[in-house]
């Protein structure tokens, strides 16, 4: 079982940055693909960014290439979102999820919240 709780969002203007956190406890989480996903109202839930159990790998929605960027900290059991030139539809609840032994996303934070005036 992996327990995930993320942290950082807020309300910003367009433009701006922000950086999310989210700390993980329980499995092994060097051995976990993390993942940061995002949910608007409305709207369903979507992949922003992926990095591997090294860190090694990362892949990124074309929505936000360029603009975002993800790592992970094995020795403190952390991955971050850091979010450059934020758009307003950025705004969304932003998901830090983790992987299981079949390389699902299995574990699920609860989710912070991003909101980004015009």
């Known amino acids: 079982q992996v327990q995930l709780v993320e942290s950082g969002g807020g309300l910003v203007q367009a433009g701006d940055s922000l950086k999310l956190s989210c700390a993980a406890s329980?499995?092994?989480?060097?051995?976990?693909?993390m993942g940061w996903f995002r949910q608007a109202p409305g709207k369903e839930r979507q992949f922003v960014a992926i990095?591997?159990?090294?860190?090694?790998?990362?892949n990124y929605a074309g929505a936000v290439k360029g603009r975002f960027t993800i790592s992970r900290d094995n020795a403190k059991n952390t991955v971050s979102l850091q979010m450059n030139g934020l758009k307003p539809e950025d705004t969304a609840v932003y998901f830090c999820?983790?992987?299981?032994?079949?390389?699902?996303?299995?574990?699920w934070g609860q989710g912070t919240q991003v909101t980004v005036s015009a």
């Open positions: 999820a983790a992987s299981g032994p079949t390389n699902q996303w299995e574990y």
């Open positions: 329980g499995r092994a989480f060097s051995s976990s693909n």
């Open positions: 990095i591997s159990e090294s860190g090694g790998y990362t």
